[in-house]
């Protein structure tokens, strides 16, 4: 009877519960005194930590490997250590935004309803960290949707902003067709395999073949659901338009954690599903149901290509960011497809990587955008001398987005093309290469807008020293993790190789 | 007792119809109406598989999928209400200030 204890499965799900709690303390404090906005931020940022905590120390928890029927929630939830590596990205993500937000001017006027900003960024985190961990179709179902809906009150959480509502808008009506699609998609697995257990359908898939193309469908159906959270290809549509429409603190956080979270259950949907078993060298031995392989390969190849070439000509830096965000789930999906822990390290290492770099970009746009009130890249002209030490921290993260030595991008980008070259995806590798050179293009194009352009206004910019702390602190381990990333890999091999 | 393929047909048929709303309608609202019908088709296919398989769990998931729909009706009419201040329209052909 121990999987109808509680308390015992309460176990799985510590850093949840504590950000279940934290989510009630914040809206019974907003209750209570609705004036004090600071506190709110204090008080997420100590529920994160201590959720944080509660995450990391699962790292040396040990789980059943074998899942039995007595484990988490009767197996719907199961942290295993790549998901707690998506985890502790989200948490992170989620302290930044929730101090990017000090800083943010144009959040300025909602801040009568900084309770329910707070609250629904907490709402966000919850859906992402059972969407982590889920084993389960009801789970993933229901925190998908819980992390959507909380999404689109964020991007539309500036009320009389025009722009805010229309991102919005947009991002129901996709959410919404994909969220459905993925639903007929899941009522057909189940029509065929009797379950929504991950674990049971692979056992399912492991006695009897089933080779209807009704199954390629149903999964290809699911895919679309995950493939919209993390704007792979041809689900990409919304991602610019939300966001240069939301506030940039809340783009920042969806381009991070909302497409970790979709990677995560994209990670888990595919090695719980259809992986049979690991071989010894690291590559998986796949199922041999659905063509993940072709599937995988064919939408990084277009996600990388569509979003790089389409970020050419942007000339909004919001939108810019958003299609350079697609192009990286490209390589992300890239290092998906070599479906083995190799390609699994590579993420691991892309992902820690963008985490910083592409935080510190947003951050830098929203302190530009504070100043000018504009994202356009013309506004840009000569802010390299009027900020010097913000316009050397944004060539930094620009540098580090296109992947060039000395900075952690090159390294993420170096263990991508390594795992490709050691699968003999020699093509995929190279046109890799070939969008990392189309994309130093329109990274460049802003330092050059920065530096050798002359700009209308001379008066320097002094940043307040918060800010300057903030962008430090993301920016020296992008530098650091160019230069020493021997702990950054060996962490990666823990996390991967369990 | 009516065979599974007719309950099939008809939530293919009900989720093809809602595409085609979604795609093909202007307003907003109808366009919401048909994300409705897609995840009521989606539900009927669970209930009808439910029963045929004699396994529980379908029907336990329509209960989520209908509480997650009103959910999704709630934040699409404040969405819509709060383009509808700004805008005074709910014509989606006329919210066009993002693009390329």
């Known amino acids: 009877m121990n999987s109808l204890n509680f308390f015992n499965n309460l176990g799985y799900a510590w850093p949840e519960t504590i950000i279940t709690l934290f989510l009630a303390i914040l809206v019974i404090y907003n209750l209570v005194y609705p004036q004090a906005r600071r506190a709110l931020g204090i008080i997420s940022l100590l529920g994160i930590a201590l959720a944080l905590g509660f995450t990391i120390q699962q790292m040396w928890t040990q789980f059943p490997t074998d899942p039995s029927w007595l484990s988490g929630f009767t197996r719907m939830l199961i942290p295993d250590k790549i998901g707690i590596f998506f985890k502790v990205i989200i948490l992170i993500a989620t302290a930044y935004v929730v101090l990017f937000t000090e800083f943010s001017e144009e959040l300025r006027g909602t801040f009568d309803r900084a309770g329910e900003y707070y609250a629904l960024i907490f709402g966000m985190l919850l859906g992402m960290m059972f969407m982590i961990s889920a084993n389960n179709f009801i789970l993933l179902y229901v925190s998908l949707e819980l992390v959507s809906y909380s999404s689109y009150v964020l991007a539309g959480f500036m009320k009389t902003s025009e722009r805010s509502s229309e991102a919005s808008m947009k991002y129901i009506i996709y959410g919404g067709v994909a969220s459905g699609i993925m639903l007929f998609g899941i009522s057909l697995m189940f029509g065929m395999t009797g379950t929504f257990y991950y674990f049971d359908i692979s056992r399912l898939l492991m006695m009897i073949n089933i080779n209807s193309v009704l199954f390629l469908i149903s999964g290809i159906m699911i895919f679309t659901g995950i493939g919209y959270k993390i704007s792979s290809v041809p689900f990409h549509f919304w991602t610019p338009d939300v966001y240069e429409g939301a506030p940039t603190t809340i783009t920042a956080y969806l381009s991070v954690a909302s497409k970790a979270a979709g990677f995560a259950a994209l990670i888990h949907l595919v090695r719980n599903c259809f992986v049979g078993a690991v071989a010894t060298d690291g590559y998986w031995v796949m199922l041999s149901h659905f063509y993940w392989k072709e599937l995988l390969v064919y939408l990084a190849i277009l996600t990388m290509t569509v979003g790089n070439l389409t970020a050419l000509w942007q000339d909004n830096l919001k939108r810019m960011l958003a299609y350079s965000s697609i192009a990286h789930a490209g390589y992300l999906l890239a290092a998906m497809s070599v479906l083995s822990n190799q390609g699994l390290i590579a993420m691991v290492v892309y992902f820690s990587v963008y985490l910083l770099m592409n935080l510190g970009a947003f951050f830098i746009v929203i302190l530009i955008q504070n100043k000018t009130g504009s994202e356009n890249i013309d506004d840009y002209n000569g802010l390299g001398t009027r900020m010097p030490f913000l316009g050397a921290c944004l060539g930094i993260f620009l540098v580090s987005l296109t992947g060039l030595p000395p900075t952690a991008g090159f390294i993420g980008k170096l263990y991508l093309f390594l795992a490709l070259v050691d699968a003999k995806m020699i093509i995929l590798a190279i046109i890799a290469l070939l969008n990392s050179v189309i994309s130093l293009y329109y990274y460049i194009r802003v330092l050059r807008h920065m530096y050798l352009t002359k700009g209308n206004n001379e008066s320097p910019i002094t940043p307040s020293f918060g800010s300057v702390l903030i962008a430090l602190s993301l920016a020296v381990p992008v530098l650091l993790f160019g230069i020493y990333f021997t702990p950054l890999i060996e962490w990666a091999k823990t996390v991967v190789l369990r | ?100």
Do not use: C, H
């Open chain 2, 1 to 100: 007792m009516i065979p599974l393929p007719y309950y099939l047909l008809i939530s293919a048929f009900m989720f093809i119809m809602g595409v085609i709303g979604v795609l093909t309608r202007k307003n907003a609202i109808i366009v919401f109406m048909s994300i409705e019908l897609m995840l009521n088709a989606a539900n009927l296919s669970f209930v009808a598989f439910s029963s045929f398989l004699g396994n529980i769990y379908g029907q336990l998931f329509v209960f989520f999928v209908m509480a997650v729909a009103a959910a999704e009706a709630a934040v699409g009419l404040a969405i819509i209400i709060s383009i509808f201040r700004n805008k005074a329209t709910v014509n989606l052909d006329e919210i066009n200030l993002l693009k390329w």
